[in-house]
């Protein structure tokens, strides 16, 4: 049975589309393959932030499809940007429909700001700009922007207490650490494909010395997670531990800062070791 929090604000998914005069702005052009790569991050986003509220999926039957346009839009968004298409169209459809429902506040807004500078920034870098290491700050923040603009909805349409800005700052941190793992793994499929990869940035910047700047970069984001959940401890000690066994399942070899490889040096369409 659905919990009564699932049930304080789901009339807002039932809003008419009565304030735009056309109603082209609140349809999505989405491709089959984004729905359907749009499911496994959706579902991998449940699995690390409902167990915390000790909410299953089946609670929030009402608010997936929701959900599951949000990552679809933003995964369409994606898509298109790798292959230099235009994204306002995505992003403008994103906005209007979370605007229709009451949904987007500044948090979301600058979440969805996050996201479309990230996008910039990987045009940049595929196009061959040297970045800055306040790009690389940009695109560590932006990259997870979608798991972010989920946690906001789901606190919103589950009319979840104050305590919400805690746990997301948790979160944030811990994302961008999941973000930079994934990016080493795909390191030298990201290379072959041209796309972004967090890794090839230090790479680029930093050359000779991108792992050890890397490997401190991580260690440094590991100290921030430690904080937050110190500060978490304080206020939801509940909270903070169910968090820390999540993590611990999720990296159970007790190492949530891999080893970084030795860097690929590029230099055009060749690559060099």
Known sequence: MTSTVFKLKIDILDHPYDTLKNHEDVIPNLSYKAIKKSLPLLQSWINYLLPLYDVVEADITEIMPLLLFVEATIYQIDEDNEIHEDITKHSL??????????????????????????????????????????????VC????????????????????PDHQQEILKVCRVAEQIVEIRSDLKSYNEDIERN????????????????????????????????????????????????????????????????????????DGNLVTH
């Not at 970069?217 to 430690?226: F, G, K, R, T, V």
């Open 93 to 138: 459809v994103l906005r209007n429909v979370l605007t229709q429902l009451n949904l987007l506040d500044d948090a979301v807004e600058t979440l969805i700001q996050q996201g479309l500078t990230y996008y910039d920034l990987e045009t940049q870098f595929c196009l061959g700009k040297m970045p800055t290491q306040e790009n690389i700050d940009s």
């Open 195 to 266: 796309v972004m990869n967090i890794y090839r940035m230090f790479v680029r910047l930093y050359g000779l010395e991108a792992s050890q700047k890397l490997q401190r970069y991580l260690e440094n984001l590991n100290s921030q997670l430690q904080h937050q959940l110190k500060l978490l401890e304080q206020t939801r000690p509940d909270m903070a531990k169910k968090f820390i066994m999540l993590w611990r399942n999720l990296f159970p070899e007790d190492r949530p800062i891999p080893e970084v490889p030795a860097p690929i040096f590029e």
């Open 141 to 160: 923040l932006g990259k997870p922007f979608d798991y972010g603009i989920l946690s906001r909805l789901f606190f919103k349409l589950t009319g979840q």
